[in-house]
């Protein structure tokens, strides 16, 4: 699987966009990117994902380059409650297992 | 609701003793998972089972077994063979096993072992 490199933490203001990237520079054509985060305790709790074109829910919007080897997640307006650590993944079609990695510590700040 | 229960949240054990996690799930989902996190570690996959009655292990299985009885359960029992069980336990599902759909997780065992 394609490995995954994000910055240790990151703090936004709080009703300002908080914007995560993430590098998967080895991403193979059928790996999607995922996005997890995980509050303090509790259980990881699914985001977004994408394979190469841009998408967006409720939630964020995941930004995907045209070369697929980096992407950025974005929370349009952070509240308190989206300090978090937020995982991307790099998951295969067809593969049951997602591989965590250590993530990125996001702080909103008041 | 629907969703994934685990229980209890917390659980303490004497080293040697084998103890058992629920998880149970009302999603109708086929597929169940099992991870182990450490402290400011991501998680690693233990068991998944994409079946009733069929399981397959995941990274570190050694000193861990599972049981798929029932599509709405899939218990975890940490064995005395485990070197270090104390860890957050978490489970999860999600409608198969094909990589398509995201996982669903449940709120997490915390097992302390002294």
């Known amino acids: 699987d394609a490995k995954t490199t994000q910055p240790t933490s990151m703090d936004c203001a709080e009703g300002r966009a908080a914007n995560l990237p993430c590098n998967h520079s080895t991403i193979s054509g059928n790996e999607y990117v995922y996005w997890y985060r995980q509050i303090h305790s509790q259980g990881p709790q699914y985001i977004i994902h994408g394979l190469k074109n841009n998408e967006t829910n409720e939630m964020a919007s995941l930004i995907i380059t045209e070369d697929r080897k980096s992407s950025t997640l974005i929370l349009p307006h952070a509240t308190l409650r989206d300090t978090a650590v937020y995982y991307c993944?790099?998951?295969?079609?067809?593969?049951?297992?997602?591989?965590f990695g250590t993530g990125t510590r996001l702080t909103i700040i008041p | 609701d629907g969703g994934i229960t685990q229980s209890p949240k917390y659980l303490f054990r004497k080293e040697g003793q084998n103890v058992t996690l629920s998880c149970e799930q009302n999603?109708?989902?086929?597929?169940m998972y099992w991870y182990r996190q450490d402290p400011g570690q991501g998680l690693r996959l233990i068991y998944y089972s994409q079946i009733v009655n069929d399981f397959q292990k995941g990274d570190i299985a050694e000193g861990y077994s599972v049981s798929r009885e029932k599509k709405e359960s899939f218990p975890l029992t940490v064995t005395s063979a485990q070197k270090n069980p104390t860890a957050f336990y978490l489970c999860?599902?999600?409608?198969?096993?094909?990589?398509?759909?995201?996982?669903?997780f449940g709120p997490g065992t915390r097992l302390t072992v002294t």
């Open positions: 999860a599902s999600s409608p198969d096993a094909s990589g398509t759909y995201e996982q669903y």
């Open positions: 993944i790099v998951r295969p079609l067809g593969n049951e297992k997602l591989t």
């Open positions: 999603l109708n989902h086929d597929a």
